[in-house]
């Protein structure tokens, strides 16, 4: 007698292990965003990832959970067309993009202006993408996007998702020498062009708490784009 209670205690604890094991999945599911335009949600256990770009240093560094995990040689703008500054994220994610610009439609191939991938920022026209100039890596030369080699931005953008912080800096400081070291050349002072963020706020640069910003949990969960979308990007 006492045998069989034993075996059904011992029964009604596994039923309440599996009870709660279920209970802990669907909370976690719970918590899993829900992509929507303009949605925010915080992302249990997910990969923290912001770039950071010196349009001074004309360099682009991937940080996940507040560590460098690579960084990039880019073009920034020329002093005629700068890039913007401040906090943006990135808002669409194209593979092979037809360009389309004034009237003017490049299918994607050697001859695009804006490479194989597209990541659009929250502020318009703006984006890091590729380039059919490869010698302008390292240049102040866009019209204002960030511009990478075909090899690097492919890497970049198999890393990157909708929604990833990116943060545009103009004039290097003590955090981004920090970053990115001392430069190979004498800086070049970069115009500063303040843009908008996705709020619609005014957004200054600021590289205090890099690492802090990069392991945000407030991630902005939008739609992504298909392969062969349409770019009509303002700036090149």
């Known amino acids: 007698m006492t045998g069989f209670i034993l075996s059904r205690l011992a029964m009604v604890a596994s039923v309440a292990v599996v009870l709660a094991v279920q209970a802990m999945a669907q909370a976690a599911a719970d918590r899993t965003p829900t992509r929507g335009p303009g ?54 994610r194209v593979v092979n993009p037809t360009y389309s610009h004034n009237g003017k439609v490049v299918p994607p191939g050697p001859g695009n202006p804006v490479g194989t991938r597209w990541m659009g920022l929250s502020v318009r026209g703006y984006g890091i993408h590729g380039t059919n100039e490869p010698r302008s890596i390292g240049k102040p030369a866009s019209h204002g996007c960030i511009r990478l080699a075909r090899p690097d931005l492919e890497e970049l953008y198999a890393q990157v998702s909708v929604g990833d912080t990116v943060v545009l800096v103009g004039q290097r400081n003590e955090q981004t020498a920090a970053l990115f070291g001392k430069p190979l050349m004498p800086a070049v002072a970069q115009p500063v062009l303040t843009s908008q963020n996705a709020s619609g706020a005014a957004s200054t640069p600021s590289m205090s708490g890099i ?9 902005e969960a939008l739609s992504g784009a298909t392969p062969g979308d349409v770019v009509g990007a303002g700036t090149r």
């Open 39 to 92: 949605r925010q949600v915080f992302v249990a256990g997910a990969v923290k990832r912001t770039i950071v770009v010196s349009l001074e240093d004309r360099k682009l560094a991937l940080l996940e959970d507040g560590q460098v995990k690579k960084i990039y040689p880019v073009a920034v703008g020329k002093p005629s067309t700068p890039s913007p500054t401040g906090t943006f994220v990135i808002e669409r």
């Open 211 to 219: 690492a802090t910003a990069a392991t945000t949990a407030m991630v």
